[in-house]
């Protein structure tokens, strides 16, 4: 049996109404589309190297599990968003720059673990943290191209107790012909740019030598 509207119904407000709903919900699901938050990595590749005379001091960092599972979503272009693990990411760097200064470099889950402290035979216990921005001009692409990582580092003896507090930044810039499927290389140079500073920030402080 087949039926047929009239084209009074084909007219009607009804129908233009579940046109417009389904061209509403068309539209929402193409915004959370674009809306979605593109991964990127941001973990630097040029970094500082191993000093030849290094500093007689162990010293170690602390990076709990948690720390490396922090996900940050910032800004892309285009009204896009990317996401990455700015910890977990940045742990290489942080790494690299403490073994250009210190004779040995160890992690550490806790700073109130006095155990795994003396095990270590850190002398300095290094704390980071960290917090990211990211912009872009461009309206057609999505990969940031402006990117800046915040780093402060609390510092504290074998005893847990404190004793500086450095603070860097690390500021990238790539544009669109540089990415070449780099996706976050702007977040790269911007970790690598910190790692540096962080060098120099250490050897600046007696406190640290």
Excluded at 125 to 154: A, D, G, K, Q, R
Excluded at 175 to 197: I, M, N, S, T
Aim: hydrophobic letters at 45%.
């Amino acid at each position: 049996m087949n039926f047929h509207f009239s084209s009074s119904f084909a007219d009607s407000p009804l129908l233009a109404m579940v046109r417009m709903v389904r061209l509403t919900l068309g539209v929402m699901a193409t915004l959370l589309l674009v809306a979605c938050a593109h991964p990127i990595s941001i973990e630097g590749k040029t970094l500082p190297e191993r000093s030849a005379q290094p500093l007689s001091k162990k010293a170690a960092y602390v990076l709990s599990a948690a720390d490396r599972q922090k996900e940050v979503t910032t800004a892309g272009g285009g009204g896009d968003k990317v996401s990455y693990y700015p910890y977990r990411d940045f742990e290489r760097a942080l790494r690299s720059a403490l073994a250009s200064v210190y004779a040995d470099v160890s992690v550490l889950s806790s700073l109130s673990d006095a155990s795994a402290i003396r095990e270590s035979g850190a002398a300095l216990i290094f704390v980071p943290e960290i917090s990211t921005t990211s912009y872009s001009s461009s309206i057609l692409t999505w990969p940031p191209t402006m990117f800046t990582l915040s780093l402060t580092l609390n510092v504290f003896d074998a005893q847990a107790a404190p004793i500086a507090r450095l603070r860097v930044n690390g500021n990238g810039n790539a544009e669109w012909e540089e990415f070449k499927g780099d996706f976050g290389l702007a977040g790269r140079r911007a970790v690598e740019v910190a790692a540096k500073a962080l060098v120099e920030e250490i050897r600046r402080n007696e406190k640290l030598l």
